[in-house]
C-alpha cells in the first residue's frame, strides 16, 4: 500500500507540472519568451532595464543591461531552453525553472549576481543570493537598489 501510495503520489505531482521548450528570446534579466510565450524565471529578481547600479568605484552603470547580458548567451549560441512550471503570475506569464543542457538558469542568474533571490515569493534561492554577495559577483560588487525597491520608487 506504501509504495502504491508513492506512486500515485509522484505521478499526480508530475502531472501538475508542465514544461515548455525551445529557443528563447531574452527579454530581460529574469524573463524570456519561447515561441512568443513569456516566462518569468521563478523565484528571482533582475534589475529592471533602465535601473542603475553603482560600481565599487563609484561609476555608475545600467545594471539591468548588465542582468539581461548575462541571458543573451542562450539566444547567440541558439540553446534548447526547457522551462518546467505549474502556475501563472498575475501578469499571465508562466513562472519557470528554466534549463539549458548544462545550466539551472534561475539558479546560476543568482550566483553570478545578475539577479537576488525574490524572497516575496520564494527562499529557493538564498543560499546562491549569499554566496553571489559573499564572492561580490555581478551587481553585489557594488552599490544597487533591490529591483521590487527600485520599482516602486519608479513607477
Known amino acids: 500500500i506504501f509504495i502504491l501510495f508513492l506512486i500515485s503520489s509522484s505521478t499526480s505531482f508530475s502531472a501538475d507540472v508542465k514544461i515548455i521548450k525551445g529557443i528563447a528570446e531574452v527579454v530581460d534579466g529574469d524573463t524570456i519568451k519561447i515561441d512568443g510565450t513569456r516566462i518569468r524565471l521563478f523565484g528571482i529578481d533582475a534589475p529592471e532595464l533602465k535601473q542603475k547600479c553603482r560600481k565599487k568605484s563609484g561609476e555608475s552603470y545600467l545594471c539591468g543591461e548588465f542582468s539581461k547580458g ?27 525553472i528554466c534549463f539549458t543542457p548544462r545550466k539551472d538558469l534561475n ?20 543560499a546562491d543570493e549569499e554566496y553571489a554577495r559573499d564572492k561580490k559577483f555581478g551587481i553585489w560588487s557594488g552599490d544597487f537598489i533591490r529591483p521590487e525597491e527600485w520599482r516602486k520608487k519608479n513607477k
Open 70 to 96: 548575462m541571458l543573451d548567451f542562450i539566444e547567440s549560441q541558439d540553446v534548447t531552453v526547457r522551462c518546467e512550471y505549474s502556475k501563472k503570475d498575475k501578469y499571465g506569464r508562466i513562472l519557470g
Open 107 to 126: 539558479k546560476w542568474m543568482v550566483q553570478t549576481g545578475a539577479a537576488v533571490a525574490y524572497k516575496r515569493y520564494s527562499k529557493k534561492y538564498l
